[in-house]
């Protein structure tokens, strides 16, 4: 079973659109949890940070369930430039920041 | 402020000569991360380094592969004897320390070709 799971897509959405992505993760003593987004031949940027009481950044809202060992990315009024690949990423904590990272979801936002 | 720099870019080579690939982190930055990223892959963590010491190597997928920083700065990985399958981008990212809440800052990537 892979630490991170996503599904790779793709969604394929109008603008205007809501879509939301999950993942999964394996270890349950993960510490920090990120959505980063990846572009076509580009290096992955943090998106935003994901905590457990769920937060919020613009059109993007972010979710974990600890319990559940779940992840979740919602965004709202989809737009043209939300076009890449994200990617759920999970720090598993066993020697500083350790990243681990799922193999992406790929949206596709259409005029 | 000047962001990860790598170099090369990209990077052809013939299987079975070693390659030395290189990062320059933010100025600052205590911790520098190696990932490499095969195509259609997710990143895969190969090694990381807080100051010169390296706490943790489990990612290197075999004793082909070492990497080493000096000065707290720049870093270097190199692939001895390189095969096909180490085909890859190699990403280099930075953060201010190893806490676990820091953001990973990345650079732009080595595209490595084994031909």
């Known amino acids: 079973r892979k630490e991170v799971e996503q599904d790779p897509g793709p969604f394929n959405v109008p603008e205007g659109a809501t879509v939301a992505f999950n993942c999964t993760y394996s270890?349950?003593?993960?510490?920090?949890f990120f959505w980063y987004r990846q572009d076509c031949r580009k290096e992955p940027k943090l998106l935003m940070s994901v905590y457990s009481s769920g937060n919020e950044d613009g059109r993007f809202t972010a979710q974990l369930n600890r319990a559940s060992q779940y992840i979740s990315l919602l965004i709202r009024d989809s737009k043209l430039s939300d076009s890449a690949t994200y990617l759920c990423?999970?720090?598993?904590?066993?020697?500083?920041?350790?990243?681990?990272f799922g193999a992406g979801t790929i949206l596709r936002v259409k005029s | 402020g000047a962001g990860v720099s790598q170099s090369p870019s990209n990077k052809v080579t013939e299987k079975g000569k070693d390659v030395e690939l290189r990062c320059d982190p933010i100025?600052?930055?205590?911790?520098l991360y190696w990932y490499r990223q095969s195509l259609g892959q997710g990143l895969e963590f190969l090694i990381y380094?807080?100051?010169?010491?390296?706490?943790?190597k489990s990612g290197l997928p075999s004793d082909r592969f070492s990497a080493e920083r000096t000065g707290g700065s720049v870093s270097t990985l190199t692939i001895q004897r390189t095969q096909q399958e180490d085909s890859a981008v190699y990403l280099c990212a930075s953060s201010k320390d190893d806490s676990s809440y820091n953001e990973q800052f990345f650079g732009p990537g080595t595209r490595l070709t084994v031909l």
């Open positions: 100025s600052g930055h205590t911790a």
């Open positions: 270890n349950s003593a993960s510490q920090s």
């Open positions: 990423v999970v720090n598993i904590g066993e020697y500083g920041n350790k990243l681990v």
């Open positions: 380094f807080q100051g010169n010491s390296a706490p943790d």
